[in-house]
């Protein structure tokens, strides 16, 4: 049996039972990332040295009757986590050297909860990408098709949990980089409520938009890592003390009665029609399971680009300001096209004399879009629609054309302007490429999109569909 | 609005080559006039949305804890010094 | 031609906080190992946050307060964006247009107000050195001050000479450290300046079109020359109808005038925009109240009342309210000075005129050598015995409780009896004698 196949809920039971120890199913992972990375190219570091070493601990905490959730369970992490001796790039030529100090919240709460680091994901370089074409070490390839982008900028990572590289992985969302991926490679994808999870240790991008989610085979498994990383972090003055929902037990409940809004919006004539009718269909399905689906508005939908464009670039200037090359890394000369483009653009807009025309003007209709979903959570409990405008494209299709790269953003970048979570969920195909669907709730609503996706894929089986990779 | 390149370059202290230049004005250039629809937004009397936590008053009491040794500080560059980050003279 | 010299302050104080600004680094800084005194949130790792120091904020509303500035209910953290290598991050946490303090004022000796602008938090740098490596000139950098809590004082250009600087530098100094907030120790860099300064025809009120601000000052004296060197500068360029060119200078100690600093870069744009990483301030009416009990008696307050309580002239209350330290000497002095009739411009001449080591000479020492020096002539046993029974039949409240083991209804009692001998009496003979009576 191909143990690295499986959800983190069914493997836990192997692991629990005997049928399987954490090394070997490490190894397992470690072997196919040696046979299929070439090809793939998610990973930038694998740690297999370290990985063999907690996996081996967390099978004598398993003989002494320690069945944690995530003990011994594999998993990734972008390479934006800083792990703590252990090389952290952000996909920039900038940190190829930089082994940090310091290991993130998030990586110290899997240490603790005893998962196994099997190694550092690619990504677009300090996560500024929709296509993964953005990363000083290589493109990722997506498992579905090796000539298509995966998605991004949390490229790597989704495809070592679409290809079965890991078991799970950990990422950033900006403005779409953990959804839009998801849902080009046929995985659950969660961004979380901004606060929910502590940013402290994960190169900033831009600071009040970065939320730390992961990617996983099955809602389950989105709800079971999120229990272990969310809270609040006294390193993260943005992080949130309200209490974690126990979310495995809210997401068993049924959705019969349940509101979800559908944004006209967001179904309009960019929209792919292969897309839009996956969507819908996945729509209809959750009619069928009791949900009311309610015709709502977000009037300022088209505006999200602009505002994230100049919202998110002022804050990547000023992040991306610290790498000088002084203390650490290579000096700023390194620094790959988009980065640059990003710094100049942030730069702009705060500038003198620019500063009340743009970044001022976006911050006021960022309020306008915050209030569009205000208004639109009085009167459902969810909002359903697509993640991406279309399935994957070919490599190199768009990467000349940042503007086209933008706009790849548009359904996603909403969630992080206002701060609410979403959560991208298989829900078919499209030419034969994934395409997801995706969940926005009101903040802390993370309970409520479990319950729906989870409840989704009890009925269909889109996000059990594997990609056919030789190995 | 075409995009100077050449004066944010100098306040963003990043290095470009001329063909950057060039290429970057055009780009640049191109997504400064897809904002412009920004401009046609009703924005009197919006306040602005900087955070979206809606925390307030967060601080930590004033209490001292380790902080990194010395070799793990300059452990990152070789252009150090008798513990001291060395860069080329500030003042020529 | 005749000028008024038109001169603002902005003055930086480094707070006294255990840690610093943003991070649980140490603050004291001066005399450590280099880079001993970094994690990744001074050091400006990749993934750092900042977490606000709660006291170093109330010190600044407390610097604030005793500058007679507005608390406003709302303030938040901005980041002012520039390069240079002694800035880790590339971008200083400050505030930009809603700082702690706002609109204040500091009377002068002369009765004439200098307006406080605002007084607002922000964090420090890293420390450059320059120096001569393998014959080569370089810069070397110590992070140890990196984000050490610093208050910036920005006044209203309300100065017109020197000695008004001086006045106000040396008050404020006295503030903060009444406040027991900061060292400000000028030659550490505890405390710097940096005025600016320009000037106008005698009769204008429009502000002149250019400012010079002048940096390098670490010490009172350095301060009024500079400014007394620019005005005759500024004053004889505008004498050939030439405006003063709007920079930056500095001091120069050696040859005693100022250095053009200005370098040809552009004018400084900080690109300010609120800090996204730390959350605002809503202060509630109450809070605000409960950091201002906190304010202990200010200088001014304490000479006024030396004034009036103890009788001294003016310039004893002012030596004597210098440092707090000193004032509470002496009040120690005076209390105790009272059981032994011995007056409170008595201890005050003493302390001033025998320069009294308040380090060294405990308060109750002092007051034995002054009246070990006295001459007491004595009152007749008789009559000290009928004054010492009127106290104790005056008295019967102090007197139960002296009786039921209160010592210091006895100290009360040898008070009284001082009081009415006026000095004719020694305190331990009345104190013998009145615990002979109450027996």
Known sequence: MDFTRLTIAQVRKKLDRKEISSVELTKAYLERIGKLDRKLNAYITVTEKEALHTAKKADEKIAQGDASPLLGIPFSAKDMYLTKGIRTTAGSKVLENYIPQYSATVLEKMEHAGAVLVGKNNQDAWAHGASGEHSDFGPTKNPWNLAYIPGGSSSGPAVSVAADLASFAIATDTGGSIRQPASLCGITGLKPTYGRVSRYGVVAMASSFDTMGHFTRSVEDSALILSVTAGYDEHDATSSEKPVPHYASELKKNIKGLKIGMPKEYFTSGLDSNVSKTVKTAMHKLEELGAEIIPISLPHTQYGVGVYYILQTAEVSSNLARYDGIRYGNNRETFGDEAKRRIMLGTFVLAHGYYDAYYKRAMKIRTLIRQDFDIAFRKVDAIACPVSPTPAWKIGEKVSDPLAMYLADIFTVTANIAGIPGLAIPAGFAMGMPVGMQLLGPQFSEDILFRIGHQYQLTTDWHTRKPDLPV | MKFDVIHIAKLANLPLTEKEVTTFEEQLSGILEYVTELQTVDVSDVGETAQVTGLTNRSRSDRVEDSLSQEEVTSQTSCTYNGLFKVKAIFA | ?439
């Open chain 3, 1 to 439: 031609m005749y000028y008024q010299p038109v001169i603002g302050l902005e003055v930086h104080v480094e707070l006294k906080t255990k840690s610093k600004m943003f991070c649980t680094c140490s603050a004291i800084y001066f005399g450590q190992k280099p880079n001993t005194q970094t994690c990744p949130v001074c050091l400006g790792l990749p993934g750092a946050l900042p977490v606000p120091n709660k006291q170093a904020i109330e010190w600044c509303m407390l610097i604030g307060m005793s500058l007679h500035c507005e608390i406003p209910f709302l303030a938040k953290f901005d980041r002012k964006n520039y390069f240079y290598p002694d800035l880790a991050k590339g971008y200083q946490i400050s505030q930009y247009d809603e700082p702690f303090c706002q609109s204040g004022y500091m009377v002068l000796s002369s009765g004439k107000r200098i307006g406080i602008r605002r007084a607002h938090m922000e964090e420090d740098t890293g420390k450059l050195l320059h120096e001569t490596v393998d014959g080569k000139k370089v810069s070397l950098i110590d992070f140890n001050r990196s984000g050490v809590p610093l208050v910036e004082i920005v006044t209203e250009p309300h100065f017109t000479n020197a000695v008004e600087v001086k006045e106000y530098l040396q008050k404020l100094q006295q503030i903060v450290r009444y406040l027991a907030v900061a060292n400000a120790d000028m030659e550490k860099g505890e405390m710097r300046l940096e005025p600016n300064i320009s000037l106008r025809k005698m009769g204008e009120t429009e502000l002149p079109g250019y400012k010079v601000e002048v940096k390098n000052i670490n010490s009172f004296s350095f301060v009024e020359k500079a400014i007394t060197f620019e005005i005759a500068r500024q004053a004889k360029l505008l004498d050939t109808d030439t405006l003063p060119v709007q920079e930056t200078r500095g001091w120069d100690e050696d040859q005693k005038l100022t250095v053009s600093q200005r370098n040809k870069e552009e004018a400084a744009d900080y690109r300010y925009f609120p800090e996204p990483d730390i959350p605002p301030f809503v202060w509630e009416k109450t809070y605000i109240e409960q950091v201002r009990k906190q304010l202990p008696e200010l200088p001014e307050a304490k000479q006024k009342r030396f004034n009036a309580t103890y009788s001294l002239p003016g310039y004893n209350a002012e030596i004597l309210t210098r440092e707090r330290t000193v004032a509470d000497y002496f009040e120690e002095a005076v209390k105790i000075g009272k059981i032994h009739a011995i007056e409170a411009k008595k201890i005050a001449n003493w302390m001033i005129n025998k320069k009294i080591d308040i380090e060294t000479v405990l308060p109750a020492t002092l007051i034995k050598e002054i009246k070990s020096v006295e001459v007491v002539e004595e009152l007749p046993e008789d009559t000290l015995k009928k004054i010492i029974n009127n106290v104790i039949d005056s008295h019967g409240k102090v007197v139960t409780d002296y009786r039921n083991g209160k010592e210091n209804a006895l100290m009360f009692l040898v008070g009284q009896v001082m009081k009415e001998v006026k000095g004719k009496a020694k305190a331990e003979t009345v104190r013998e004698a009145l615990i002979n009576l109450l027996k």
